[in-house]
């Protein structure tokens, strides 16, 4: 089964993954151990995710340990129609299309869904909270799921509190080799690559202000820094904002910022960002993106309502002329720029990622008649090091190991 724009484009979709497993060596092993041990066999996966060339490659693994894959996008924008039709072509359910209408989007997450899924593979929680508000009959299918996100990790942490949380969850997002390698490394440099491909312009010596200074908005940081900007952090937390200011950046106020900033990057996963108020104050001609993972950091229904014309200035670039005749402009209607505007992290960087998901799903699969509690869990301590050391063999480097005189030292309580 599918919904996708048009078959007759999987060719260009199948080079897209062909070129990404040349550079997913961890995803290449596992995918070798899978069609070995099948230990999907008989098991549906439901999977929300950016659907791009390194997700399609995730969906192919996980296919290739008998998995039957039930797959749509995690944000219309970021589809790419090549790489669904190729995965169509493979036989996997696919149901996404580019651009979707809202109700486009909200049906295709209902077909996935509404395959009963034993596995659920989400980017940000809407599978999760779908199954739980709308399909509860279908909650006693699930096995477990694993969460890929900040946003995601902060929707289930809500769930949990609120006791509304029907199975165990495991939190991807908050594995080392996820959130020190995906988050900072990786959005560090698609944030980047999408609004210069978009752009066309110059970061050195611009105002790039940088809203949050978790491990995303670091990477941003970092990444505009080293293209010669001058980097503006705005935060809510005293800590990370003292954090930012001793890694060498300013740190001010929305408010603040938003009078002298070219660019300005939010990712926060929190709403409101930038309203009305910093629109107001804002240069001729700054431009604005997002970050986060929903369109809600950067009030586009306000820019909307007080523009008093839109222009389509570049391709995913829209200027937003207000009353004053200032223009502001928007890359990507305020939705994740590194994808709607760009291809995502870098390959090898999502290759951590994605193993980390395969291992999660096979730790539930696992531990299915364990009590594994419905809860947000953390990925077991050795499948990240598992990870870490495989992708240390890629590279060909290794670490020191602890002598037993040096471990028992460690353990000890008279230390």
């Given at each position: 089964m599918h919904d996708i724009l048009d078959i007759s484009l999987a060719?260009?979709?199948?080079?897209?993954?062909?070129?990404?497993?040349?550079?997913?060596?961890?995803?290449?092993?596992?995918?070798?151990?899978?069609?070995a041990a099948r230990p999907f066999d008989g098991l549906r996966v439901a999977l929300s995710v950016h659907l791009e060339a390194k997700t399609a490659y995730l969906c192919l693994v996980l296919a290739a340990g008998g998995a039957e894959m039930f797959v749509t996008g995690s944000n219309p924008l970021s589809t790419q129609d090549d790489v669904a039709?190729?995965?169509?072509?493979?036989?996997?359910?696919?149901?996404?299309?580019?651009?979707?209408?809202?109700?486009?989007?909200?049906?295709?997450?209902?077909n996935v869904i509404e395959s009963a899924p034993n596995i659920?593979?989400?980017?940000?929680?809407?599978?999760?909270?779908?199954?739980?508000s709308s399909y509860p009959n279908l909650l006693k299918n699930v096995i477990g799921g694993c969460e890929e996100t900040t946003t995601g990790i902060m929707r289930l942490n809500a769930m949990e509190r609120d006791k509304k949380l029907r199975f165990p969850m495991v939190a991807v997002n908050n594995a080392r080799c996820k959130f020190l390698f995906d988050n900072r490394y990786g959005t560090g440099q698609s944030v980047w690559d999408g609004i210069n491909r978009t752009t066309n312009l110059i970061v050195a010596g611009k105002k790039a202000v940088v809203a949050g200074y978790g491990w995303c908005g670091k990477g941003i940081a970092m990444r505009a820094k080293g293209l010669?900007?001058?980097?503006?952090?705005?935060?809510?937390?005293?800590?990370?904002?003292?954090?930012?200011?001793?890694?060498?950046?300013?740190v001010l106020p929305m408010l603040d910022a938003a009078k002298i900033g070219d660019i300005f990057i939010t990712a926060t996963g929190c709403r409101d960002v930038i309203t009305r108020r910093h629109f107001d104050v804002m240069k001729n001609g700054a431009i604005l993106c997002n970050a986060g993972h929903f369109n809600v950091e950067v009030?586009?229904?306000?820019?909307?309502?007080?523009?008093?014309?839109?222009?389509?200035?570049?391709?995913?670039?829209?200027?937003?002329?207000?009353?004053?005749?200032?223009?502001?402009?928007?890359?990507?209607?305020?939705?994740?720029?590194?994808?709607?505007?760009?291809?995502?992290?870098?390959?090898?960087?999502?290759?951590?990622?994605?193993?980390?998901?395969?291992?999660?799903?096979?730790?539930?699969?696992?531990?299915?008649?364990?009590?594994?509690?419905?809860?947000?869990?953390?990925?077991?301590?050795?499948?990240?090091?598992?990870?870490?050391?495989?992708?240390?063999?890629?590279?060909?480097?290794?670490?020191?190991?602890?002598?037993?005189?040096?471990?028992?030292?460690?353990?000890?309580?008279?230390?």
């Open positions: 060719p260009s979709g199948f080079q897209k993954i062909e070129w990404v497993k040349r550079h997913m060596p961890l995803l290449n092993g596992l995918e070798k151990e899978f069609s039709a190729a995965l169509a072509l493979e036989g996997q359910n696919v149901f996404a299309r580019h651009g979707a209408s809202g109700d486009v989007y909200a049906a295709h997450m209902k659920i593979i989400d980017d940000g929680g809407d599978l999760v909270s779908l199954i739980h010669g900007a001058d980097v503006i952090v705005t935060e809510i937390d005293p800590v990370k904002a003292l954090e930012a200011h001793m890694d060498g950046f300013s009030d586009m229904d306000c820019l909307e309502e007080i523009a008093v014309s839109t222009a389509q200035q570049r391709k995913n670039i829209t200027g937003y002329t207000l009353s004053d005749g200032r223009c502001l402009s928007v890359i990507a209607e305020g939705r994740l720029v590194n994808l709607a505007a760009g291809d995502g992290h870098p390959a090898e960087i999502m290759d951590m990622s994605f193993a980390i998901q395969a291992l999660s799903a096979l730790y539930l699969v696992k531990n299915k008649d364990k009590p594994l509690s419905a809860s947000l869990i953390p990925v077991p301590e050795e499948t990240d090091n598992d990870v870490a050391s495989r992708m240390l063999g890629y590279y060909g480097l290794a670490v020191d190991k602890l002598t037993e005189k040096q471990a028992r030292y460690l353990s000890s309580p008279d230390i």
